[in-house]
C-alpha cells in the first residue's frame, strides 16, 4: 500500500508468489488463485469505465473518455490488493495458533484466544461443512440435484447441522480452557520457543531495511504521480536504494528457506 510504482508492485507481486511457493509448495495459494485473478480483473476492467480523470484518452466509451491515467490506477490498485491478500496467506500459514498465542497471550490471552480462533475460524467451517455435504449425499441431499425448492432446504438443513455442530465445540472449549484455569495466571507454553543471536540480527536487519523502505517513501520515491497526468517510470538512485532495500524486506523468507535447503542438500 504504501509504494504506487508499477515496477515496485510488479516486483513485489512476484516475490510473493515466490514465497508462498517456498511454504507447503504453494498449496494454499493455488487454492485462492482464481479469486485473486477475477477480482484484479474485475478491477483493472472497472475503474477506467468508472473513473474519467486524466489527461492521455486512449478512447470514448459512449460519449465518456477512458484514460491511461484511469486504467493505470485501476492496475496498481488490483496489484495492491492482490498482495495483501497474498501477505495474509503466507501470514496463516507461518504464524499458527500455537505461535501467536506464544506471541501475544501473556499481554492480552483474552484477546489473542479470541483472534486465533477467527483466524481459524473460518477455514474450520469450510472443512466442517465439506464432511456434512459428503455425509448428506449418501443420504441423497445435495445442492447441486433436484428442484430449486429441495435444494434451498438441502442447504438450510446443512447450516442447521453446521452451526448446531460449531456451538456445541466451542461451549466445549470454552468449558476446557475455563477448567485449565486459561488467563487467570502467568502463562506458560508446552512449545518454548526462544529467541537466539541470530535472530536478533535478521530482527535488526529487517527493522533497518523496513526503515530505509518507510524513508524513501515519505520522500516520495517508489512512488508515481497518475492524477491529473500520468508521471514518468523513470528510477533515479534512491529510487534504485529503496527499490533494493523492498526486494530484500520482501525475499527475506526465500533467502533464508533457499539457505536451508542448500545446507540440507550438501549435508546429505
Known sequence: MYFTHPVFLLTAFFLMIL???SQAGGEALKKWTPLLVIMATVIIALNPFLVSRGTNILFYFRGKQVTLEALTYGVVMALTIVIILMMFISFNIVLNGNK?????????????????????FIPLLKERYDEIETVQQVKGKSLKAGSLINRMKSGMNFMQILLAWSLEEAIQTADAMKARGYGTGKKSSYIPYKIQGRDWASLILLTLLFAICLFGGSLGYGKIVIYPE??????????????????????????IEGREKVRWTFSI
Open 19 to 21: 514465497v508462498n511457493l
Open 230 to 255: 500520468l508521471g514518468t517510470l523513470q528510477l533515479y538512485l534512491l529510487d534504485w536504494i529503496t527499490f533494493i532495500s523492498m526486494i530484500l524486506l520482501l525475499a527475506f523468507p526465500i533467502i
Open 100 to 120: 501467536f498465542l506464544f506471541v501475544f497471550s501473556r499481554i492480552l490471552p483474552k484477546t489473542a484466544f479470541l483472534i486465533m480462533l477467527t483466524i481459524r
